[in-house]
């Protein structure tokens, strides 16, 4: 089976444009979370949805923001960027539903998102 | 939210020797408790993971144990190599929001 994937690999935007991140997920998995890594504050949690619905949400501003699609594939979009957005931006899907207590997730390769 | 330690943040080991990665969380009801490895410029690779109901789990020469009385897990590598040498996080969760550790980074010398 194919890896996540995500598009774009590299991404420089200026200050207060807005950027859409996409992530496909593995075939068959119908979870996607979104994560931020940055050197000072690791990896946090931004969302994760499954079946187009957000169940998961991290302490972020609601400039960033997501979706998902019918087929799995997943949306990510920060609005108003700022320069502490710069960051690695990693999509993971997860094999299985709510309430099989299996959590694993499946990393992409990330987005590169450097804003100045 | 759930507060995650991993310590030591950083190791450095003798090719060969073992290398032990301790991680402390502090919501009770966390019942899934991953490891993951991250190479530099890749992506984070979950290498073993272990539920609630069970203590120890190996897969050939990692293995990770659980004191959900005490709260925290830990990663085991024996008999370690040069390809070991990542940056490890814990991310013990009771969902899909992984709460992940700072990381450590593993030298491992030749």
């Known amino acids: 089976k194919a890896g996540v994937t995500q598009t774009p690999r590299y991404l420089i935007k200026t200050r207060g444009q807005q950027v859409t991140l996409s992530c496909s997920p593995i075939?068959?998995?119908?979870?996607v979370s979104w994560y931020q890594q940055t050197p000072g504050q690791g990896l946090q949690f931004l969302f994760e949805?499954?079946?187009?619905?957000?169940?998961n949400k991290g302490n972020f501003p609601g400039r960033f923001s997501g979706r998902q699609f019918s087929n799995s594939r997943s949306e990510m979009n920060v609005s108003t960027l700022e320069l502490g957005d710069s960051a690695l931006y990693l999509c993971?899907?997860?094999?299985?539903?709510?309430?099989?207590?299996?959590?694993?997730?499946?990393f992409g390769p990330g987005t590169r998102l450097t804003v100045t | 939210g759930e507060n995650v330690e991993q310590h030591p943040s950083t190791l450095s080991v003798q090719e060969g020797d073992s290398a032990v990665i301790k991680c402390t969380y502090s919501?009770?009801?966390?019942?899934?408790f991953p490891w993951y490895k991250q190479e530099l410029g890749k992506r984070p690779q979950l290498i073993i993971d272990?539920?609630?109901?069970?203590g120890e789990k190996k897969d050939q020469r990692i293995a990770v144990t659980l004191n959900k009385t005490a709260k925290h897990f830990s990663l085991h590598i024996t008999e370690t190599q040069p390809e070991d040498s990542a940056v490890y996080f814990c991310?013990?969760?009771?969902?899909?929001?992984?709460?992940f550790g700072a990381g450590t980074t593993v030298t491992v010398r030749a």
């Open positions: 075939s068959g998995h119908r979870s």
């Open positions: 949805y499954f079946s187009e619905t957000q169940r």
């Open positions: 272990i539920r609630s109901n069970v």
């Open positions: 993971a899907s997860s094999p299985s539903g709510w309430d099989t207590g299996s959590y694993e997730q499946y």
């Open positions: 991310a013990p969760s009771n969902d899909y929001k992984l709460s």
């Open positions: 919501d009770s009801a966390s019942n899934y």
